[in-house]
């Protein structure tokens, strides 16, 4: 059955041939730097030579045969990490490659840094090392079963025993169980786990405790310690391969110093005392955690366009005449119109999370020199973007497998996958409806500041030109809750606002570290993607402009047009710029996004793996479909 | 583990104490009588009491298992409408109350309409009680790898051989292979395959064939038949109960009779005849199949709504101060102004379904009248609410989940599923973009012909009152598929137009037939709904409506604002609006959308049942994690 040609003819070469830029130029571009396409590239064909990284049958396992694979595919990785040595970018690039969500992202992505960020210099050092070597899995225990967005609700309890000198960790009630923490269902052995804080008879709100959680010698659960997977999820494959866990503690006692005391302590005598570390500083981690997930949108969203993008330009559809040739789905105008601006969202969502990683470290300075300043301009920034680049991001893998029509359904598409293990994204992290309410009231706050003489800063500035602006305040006045729903559309827009500006910035950013983006013709498609992501936003939300007087019907008419004619120059150099994001054909996992462009003997060849197709008479046969067919239901115990 | 409490508590009581309108006569308007109301109850509760019919597990089950636990329950059904002496109208419910895609839904839905549709009256005596009987099973073998929408480009061909009076059927390449056909894979043992007729050297297009694929002995496909199952589908559980199958011929002979040749024939000789029936008859048949997806639309529209409305009353987040009380998650204006719109939308799509099935009547009796004067409207009409209502359910079901916050993300939920079983009607019996290019086409030809005196009709009137539409001409004249992306958006705005008039048409209509719609309140909230739908549309398409100068800037916020006070009238009733749909807890399938609200023991409980908790130590421990913890991955092989 084996149909895919090994001749490796190029389907897609005379795509290739068309493009107007210089595709390793603009590789360049989108990683960043020389540096990192080559670093990229090698770990990217590390895990694609390498057999036990292998994927194209994840879909179709078992949940425990997919956990278990999840089990090896992560001591593997952990395995050739140390063997070659890999540093700590090579070794992240790595483990984004093998791509399947496991009980490692929460111990590096999490757990290691709530050490960091709230351990003492002590409890660090004791951790740590630990943490480093694996020779303690940790997890992060916040969410419960009845309290996620709302962290001081949370009802696990931590009260200080002074007879022994320990916490005890309970869970009062039902909702109060650990309810969806990666990494805990199965494979940690320690979990750093958030819990109200009484001592003295007075509860102190939310702190966080390490806590272990299984025996470091036969991983059976420790006493009073009830531990389980909260079962499947969204999608085949997909987050099944993490073990998001359920814990309920009875009475667990923790020795003192496993509070995380960086911030605040308990003393010996169950005093509840602050250290002198502001509590701003946890903000960075906060930062980091919102910056990367803008970064993992725009790599989610390249992904999912490269396959469109590709099926589109190889998949024929009607034609000029009945019984003529077909026309390239790429060349209609509504596919277009669909399809070029997520291209161009892939593309802004890339620069963002650039400006986002600088932010980030300018933040983290101006914390450590205990300047709080830009503080709630930077939070704007960060949940703003989070929850715009998030829910773009899974609207537009879901539209692109619409794109690629009845084939986009099947796993073999890659695209389901895709969609399912990204849409939680949009929840976790701070859900992008509570987010953009933060920005909101952080917005109407900056507004209502305009006449006190405050001007506001970075990203906002822009307000203080808008004199206007202040007529808000009398929308203001009808109640911030009751006009939610407005508010939420306006930070939208504000953070739209932002993407635009930045998109525009990351390509003045190249240009201006480089004195001119190099390679032939690169330039020229930045400005033009860039100009699709502003005149495509300006069309989705025609209303809030013309209601608002920004633009007259007329303008937004004109804008229209321009779009068509900037999708007739995107149109040549689209396969080409999805090429520049350089994914492998095993990273990408999909039938219909191969490089070479090969699709049908591949959809035909996958198709021939699912385990339905072992006999061809199916199992259940003589059952269930013969005694039917042969009238004898009726003797048949079914 | 067993934490649902026995004791029966409405958690959901108070909800429903506070709805201003008898629940029971809002059920009869729904169903459409009190006849509808108790045969759709009996069915549901026939199904939900009879363990056969369990889909708690569903999603955890292997693919091969989870086709004969498929196969399993299509039989248990059938034998059940036999012992029964189900009626048609019965056996219908039942199957939809079964809840799992299978073979039946294709050998009833498309193989049985074929042969009626298409077959002669000889043809349907020979073929049609074997089908009633389930002595031959069928499907409808239309699509091919290579072709979709565009039927004319089928490739497979049926070529004729006058010296032995048989159709050579045979798929020349690999993208002739039909792919795709529900029941193909591994159950059917007949189909109908479409194939370009040669006959005396001469290409007639695509003609339907009755074509035997497997042995009525032992099932083995029979020779020249090669037959399997495409592969692993989005989601899990879902539609992979469907075995989509993929099938090759090489040669296969069948008797020239096995043509459906009421429409036209090929005789002894190879001639190739018309008959004196008129090719329109055939539309009767899409009508039919488009409005019972229209009618799907509504169902599986509202069973997310109510899950979502019901969980949304239970859940609660934040409150007025740190550490009070917490508020009910649908007390919040930003959940109501995003999940009300979807409730009436559940409301809309169920009246418009009603009028579709009249329309559907209507045409048909037209039809046979050889009137075909509105087939060009009712063409447009369904191919339109087809693509709108199906587009506007797959994403209110996902935005439905997304409502329900991470618990949504959850198979226990029911909504993964929901949604990946749902979403496929986009693509499926007309891709949606293509359906709306087909109403724009006659929507530009309508206005066109509006100069010549030609009046519009039926849905279409309205057109005839808008002079100024005529200056649409000049737009149309750069090049109709220049503009196919703002031609779609006219056609879309079209449909909705026409969903609006029949949601106000579908409320009259109840009254028109019952003097008055009865029961205290039903009226009012059914009213209330529809004003809600209406100024919803409007919100969304503000832009347009701003653009074409349809209203005012002015009149857009005053809808804005009256919409809000319409969610404030909803909100004491949508529990009890959600009641009325009448569903069992088996047909939800949601621990969050449970009749007594009692979710999260519900939650707790299901998780539990999830493969990877049978042991509290998972597989792989020994290989992968233990030698992780000890540092002796490098001794281990993985």
């Not at 991983?219 to 909260?230: N, Y």
């Amino acid at each position: 059955m084996a149909m895919v040609d090994a001749t490796e003819v190029d389907h897609l070469a005379a795509e290739r041939a068309a493009a107007q830029f210089d595709v390793e130029e603009m590789k360049v571009a989108w990683a960043g730097s020389r540096h990192a396409v080559e670093i990229a590239d090698r770990m990217a064909r590390l895990v694609a030579s390498d057999p036990v990284f292998r994927k194209d049958t994840r879909t179709m396992l078992s949940r425990k045969d997919l956990f278990k694979d999840t089990l090896r595919k992560a001591a593997h990785a952990w395995k050739r990490i140390v063997e070659l040595r890999l540093t700590e970018e090579e070794a992240n690039l790595l483990r984004l490659y093998v791509d399947q969500p496991g009980y490692v992202d929460l111990h590096w992505g999490m757990f290691v840094p709530a050490i960091k960020g709230q351990g003492t210099e002590e409890q660090q050092q004791k951790w740590l090392p630990l943490a480093y070597k694996f020779q303690i899995i940790g997890c992060y225990a916040q969410t419960e079963l009845g309290h996620g967005s709302n962290v001081q609700g949370l009802e696990t309890t931590a009260m200080f025993d002074p007879k022994t000198d320990e916490f005890v960790i309970h869970s009062p009630t039902l909702t109060s169980s650990k309810w969806w923490p990666g990494g805990l269902g199965k494979a940690s052995t320690h979990a750093v786990v958030y819990a109200r804080l009484i001592t003295e008879g007075k509860d102190y709100g939310i702190h966080g405790f390490i806590v272990q959680l299984r025996s470091l010698e036969d991983h059976s659960p420790l006493p009073g310690v009830t531990l389980g997977d909260i079962g499947g999820k969204f999608g085949s494959g997909a987050y099944n391969s993490m073990d998001n866990g359920v814990l309920r503690f009875d009475h667990v006692r923790i020795p003192r110093d496993q509070m995380l005391m960086r911030l605040s302590q308990v003393t010996r005598e169950g005093k509840y005392v602050h250290s002198n570390v502001p509590k701003q500083l946890l903000y960075g981690t906060m930062v980091f955690v919102r910056q990367s997930i803008v970064a993992d949108a725009s790599k989610a969203l390249s992904r999912a366009v490269c396959i469109a993008v590709r099926y589109s330009a190889i998949r024929k559809q009607f034609g000029a005449q009945v019984g003529g040739p077909e026309t390239q789905v790429l060349n209609y105008k509504t596919q277009q119109s669909r399809l070029f601006p997520l291209l161009a969202s892939a593309y802004a969502f890339r620069f963002v999370g650039d400006w986002l990683k600088w932010l980030y470290t300018d933040v983290t300075q101006k914390l450590e020199a205990k300047d709080f300043s830009t503080l709630q301009e930077v939070h704007a920034c960060t949940a703003g973007l989070k929850a715009v680049t998030t829910s773009a991001t899974s609207d537009a893998i879901e539209e692109c497998r619409k794109l690629c029509g009845g084939h986009g359904y099947l796993n073999s598409s890659g695209l389901p996958e895709l969609f399912t293990v990204y849409v939680p994204a949009c929840t976790y992290e701070g859900d992008n409806v509570v987010l953009l309410l933060q920005v909101a009231k952080i917005l109407m706050k900056t507004v209502s500041q305009l006449t006190s003489g405050k001007p506001p800063v970075g990203t906002m500035a822009y307000m203080g030109n808008a004199q206007h602006l202040m007529q808000c305040r009398c929308a203001v006045s009808t109640g911030f809750f009751e006009r939610s729903p407005d508010v939420v559309e306006a930070a939208v827009a504000h953070i739209q606002l932002l993407l635009l500006l930045m998109c525009t910035y990351g390509v003045r950013f190249i240009e201006k570290l480089q004195q001119d983006i190099p390679g032939h013709g690169v330039k020229e498609q930045l400005q033009n993607l860039c100009n699709v992501y502003a005149l495509y936003l300006l069309h989705k939300h025609l209303g809030d402009f013309l209601v608002t007087g920004c633009i007259t019907p007329k303008q937004g008419a004109l804008a229209s047009e321009q779009l068509g004619k900037l999708y007739a120059q995107v149109r040549p150099n689209a396969v080409a710029l999805v090429d520049a994001f350089n994914y492998t054909d095993h990273y990408l996992g999909s039938a219909l996004g191969r490089y070479d462009g090969n699709v049908y003997p591949a959809l035909y060849e996958e198709a021939w793996k699912d385990p339905l197709n072992e006999t061809v008479v199916p199992e259940g046969y003589h059952e269930y479909l013969r005694p039917l067919l042969k009238q004898q239901l009726k003797l048949s115990r079914l």
